[in-house]
């Protein structure tokens, strides 16, 4: 079993596009570092998801998400849940 981060993402109504892009960013940096599994936005553009692996525990996860454009900049709010993949 593998452990994993499920970050449910919901955009605010101070979404920015260009905050958008930073977030794409972001997440190319995160993937850089082998820590992003999978990534995408819901079809309803309320927001979307992505799947953090090879982090140290939920603390680690939590840490990293607080550094999310979107969240930094308030275009978004994250829930982070500990998933045990097969």
Known sequence: M????????TRTP????EVGAEHARFLDEVRARGQLLLTGGFSDKRGGAYVLQ???DLAAAQA???TDPLLVHGSATARIHEWNTR
């Open 64 to 66: 990293l998400v607080d």
């Open 2 to 9: 593998k452990t994993c981060y499920l970050v449910l993402v």
């Open 14 to 17: 101070a979404f920015r596009d």
């Open 54 to 56: 090879d982090i140290a």
